[in-house]
């Protein structure tokens, strides 16, 4: 058998799920790992053309400069960079100073850089995070609604009851019908928590995401002739398909889209697109995400935490059920979602996995 000659070395370091840049101690690039060019967002021979660090994150550089001074690694968790692409990532970075120790005062020779994309961790932590939530709550919820759901049909039933009695007592009849009123309000608030009883994936069907996008946009587009608002719909594929209970996720979409419309006040655009997020899978599935942008008020920084909460609402008459139900909802898809900050507008990104 013939033997073939693989540098296995240069094999590993542009496999790993790890960016690595090694620098001499002038900067200069002397090696870059693919998984580092994908984190950076340029070739090597894009940075050995330009030698200059520059290119790289500002925190990362200013680390580097640092580390030319007291030669002491340096080691930063969890920050935010923007690569040469525009693309934000989640990174873990270790920089290391390797020393020359045959010679005194020491001597820096060359710098390692290693990078890790926690963005994939991320996410998984927090729908891991989420899925737990949503175990808890919904069995709270369900249970308050069940339990709720009695007694109220006894107040209705009993001021239906007075009503039907002809009393001439006009203050009688004026808050039985504030009972009646008021007690069918709480039975509508009490139904929707029907949508948080557990649901057995094995009761989950195939939906096509785009044809019932199409669905969500072509209503919502009927209610959008009341003001003057433009859909933009971009898909990057042609089909995709979750597994999903077709009418929840129906529920969703349409809450979000009419959030988007309802914050616009007289003129503007809601832009919904998909995309496959390719750089990470979750349970072995790529991950779809939904995006759903407006030019509308927008959300504040301080109430994105809060939105996703029970009975918090920054709507004027608004109940603060909907964005709950809507989290609670796609968490049982394997997903979930999250709002963004934006200076023109609102942005959500549904995030499930495909099927």
Known sequence: MEKININFKDLI???????????????????????????????????????????????IVNLIKNIKIDQKTKYINE???????????????YIRPILNFEKFPLELEYILIQFSNLKGMSILNKKTKLEEEEKLMSQLFYGLGHEIKNPLAGIKGAAQLINSQGTSSKIIKECANIIEKEATRLSKLV??????????????????????????????????????ISFFVSFEFESAEILCDKEL??????????????????????????????????????????????????????EIN???????????????????????????????????????GGNFKIYIPEN
Do not use: W
């Open 13 to 59: 370091l542009d496999n790993i799920r790890e960016g690595i840049i090694l620098l001499d101690a002038e900067s200069n690039l002397i090696f870059m790992n693919q998984e580092a060019e994908n984190i950076i967002g340029a070739s090597s021979q894009r940075l050995k053309r330009n030698n200059n660090i520059n290119l790289l994150d500002k925190q």
């Open 79 to 93: 920050i935010k960079v923007r690569n040469l692409l525009g693309k934000e990532n989640i990174l873990s970075v």
């Open 191 to 228: 139904n929707t928590f029907k949508y948080l009883q557990p649901h057995s994936p094995a009761t989950f069907t195939k939906v096509n995401i785009h044809k019932l996008l199409d669905e969500v946009i072509n209503l919502c587009s009927k209610e959008s002739t009341r003001k003057n």
């Open 249 to 302: 996720l129906r529920i969703v979409l349409l809450n979000i889209v009419k959030n988007a419309y309802d914050s616009i006040s007289k003129k503007g655009e809601i832009r919904i697109s998909t995309k496959r997020i390719k750089d990470f899978k979750l349970n072995n599935k790529n991950l779809l995400e939904i995006n759903i942008q407006d030019s509308g008020k927008g959300i504040k920084e301080d």
């Open 306 to 344: 809060k939105i996703f909460q029970p009975f918090y609402s920054t709507k004027k008459n608004g109940q603060g059920i909907g964005l709950f139900l809507s989290q609670k909802i796609i968490n049982k898809f394997g997903g979930f979602i999250e709002a963004h900050p934006e200076a023109n």
